[in-house]
T-cell receptor
């Protein structure tokens, strides 16, 4: 079973707009990671946020984590057509006997129209 | 390119045949993971190695699946007597240690006819 759930399932925006995707999870975590996947390809790591962090930035990406609500959000600012992809959140479950398998949600499909 | 490579990239086989996939992780990474992804879903964990030791296996990994990492470097995933339900993308990832970023390879897409 998948612990994470992304919301929305699909998002369509115009180039230059911001895109926000949300992720909810069920159990305590060590960290939460966001990945991007272009159609039929492997996953590209975007950002890792640890359970003791609340916000992290990387270029046009901003990730927040609220462990009390068991939720995270990914904001992509000034979107580009090249951002069109599926976005997944993945949680590294605490305590993780050996660790640290990732549990993924079903993803958000983002389409950026030029 | 993340530095993790997988071979082959695509495999078409007939039901009942055996298939083997290979993953080469980033060289200094001691942890190696296998995941499976079906259409429209996120990846699901299959198994995990620390160096050459296989430390965890998912319930998804039936007796027909076996994975090895003989020298703590590359890994192989074998599926015996393939079934149509095995059709999926098989992804490999590696990391330098626990609670760290996992870097994924491009995946092997398996189609069982």
């Amino acid at each position: 079973s998948q612990q994470g759930e992304e919301d929305p399932q699909a998002l369509s925006i115009q180039e230059g707009e911001n895109a926000t995707m949300n992720c909810s999870y069920k159990t305590s975590i060590n960290n939460l990671q966001w990945y991007r996947q272009n159609s039929g390809r492997g996953l590209v790591h975007l950002i890792l946020i640890r359970s003791n962090e609340r916000e992290k930035h990387s270029g046009r990406l901003r990730v927040t984590l609220d462990t009390s609500k068991k939720s995270s959000s990914l904001l992509i600012t000034a979107s580009r057509a090249a951002d069109t992809a599926s976005y997944f959140c993945a949680t590294d479950i605490y305590p993780g006997e050996y660790g640290n398998k990732l549990v993924f949600g079903a993803g958000t499909i983002l389409r950026v129209k030029s | 390119d993340t530095g993790v490579s997988q071979d082959p990239r695509h495999k078409i086989t007939k039901r009942g045949q055996n298939v083997t996939f290979r993953c080469d992780p980033i060289s200094e990474h001691n942890r190696l993971y296998w995941y499976r992804q079906t259409l429209g879903q996120g990846p699901e964990f299959l198994t995990y190695f620390q160096n050459e030791a296989q430390l965890e296996k998912s319930r998804l990994l039936s007796d027909r699946f076996s994975a090895e990492r003989p020298k703590g470097s590359f890994s192989t995933l074998e599926i015996q007597r393939t079934e149509q339900g095995d059709s999926a993308m098989y992804l490999c990832a590696s990391s330098i240690g626990g609670i760290e970023t996992q870097y994924f390879g491009p995946g092997t897409r398996l189609l069982v006819l």
